[in-house]
């Protein structure tokens, strides 16, 4: 399984230009790849104080993002996996959205272990943990804060996964970010494929990094800041 990862920081209220230079990146990103990754929360920004200012920028599985990308994964043949805010009717979540090589929504996986800011405004998910099978592998997706929850990782190490797909906005903080995944992910023995974004957003900072881990071995990596894009053979 070939497989990107796309770091990248949005700027806050452009939302429509934000999905344009992901595209840029997805572009650079999938050609020759299976599986392509973009951050958690991808076009919009971390930080929403209350369910009314996330809710002006989310969206439904086939809105804007979808649009957006769902082109270039048929273009490239790629499966793509993007964080999102999912206006869900009466509910809200931190979603990641899964665009299969025809171009179509194949699922949208909820956040189920929430970060504290997420509780200002997203419920916890309620999706289950869904993994996806493909004609180069077999993938499950995780976001962020689910990588400390003992049953996702339970879960990942029992799903056969060849690759983890892992939207993430990782904040900044001490201590080495890629060993703490090494240790979150003993026993899995899929590569997980973390998109972060980077740099200050209101009273956090976010760590970038971007990186492809595979039992412990770093095959690809990004920066501490900037826009990225990393590949891998698994």
Not at 1 to 18: D, E, I, L, N
Not at 19 to 37: E, F, I, S, Y
Not at 163 to 183: C, H, K, M, S
Request: proline share 7%; hydrophobic share 50%; aromatic share 10%.
């Amino acid at each position: 399984m070939q497989v990107s990862a796309v770091q990248f920081k949005p700027r806050r209220g452009q939302k429509a230009a934000a999905l344009q230079a992901l595209g840029a990146l997805v572009d650079q990103a999938a050609p020759g790849a299976d599986l392509v990754v973009l951050p958690e929360m991808a076009a919009i920004g971390y930080l929403f104080r209350t369910p009314a200012a996330a809710r002006a920028v989310a969206e439904a599985p086939e809105g804007p993002t979808f649009q957006a990308l769902a082109p270039l994964a048929k273009a490239h043949r790629a499966w793509l996996v993007a964080g999102f805010a999912e206006d869900a009717g009466p509910r809200l979540y931190n979603s990641a959205l899964v665009i299969d090589p025809d171009g179509a929504v194949a699922g949208v996986y909820r956040k189920t272990l929430l970060f504290p800011p997420d509780y200002w405004w997203a419920e916890p998910g309620d999706s289950g943990y869904l993994a996806f099978d493909t004609d180069a592998g077999r993938f499950g997706v995780g976001i962020c804060m689910d990588l400390n929850d003992d049953r996702f990782v339970t879960w990942a190490r029992s799903a056969r996964l060849d690759a983890l797909a892992f939207p993430t906005n990782w904040v900044q903080e001490d201590g080495d970010v890629w060993g703490y995944w090494r240790a979150r992910l003993h026993g899995v023995d899929g590569a997980l494929v973390a998109a972060n974004t980077y740099g200050p957003e209101g009273p956090i900072a976010f760590r970038g990094l971007s990186a492809i881990l595979r039992r412990g071995e770093v095959l690809a990596s990004a920066p501490a800041t900037g826009d990225a894009v990393i590949r891998a053979a698994l």
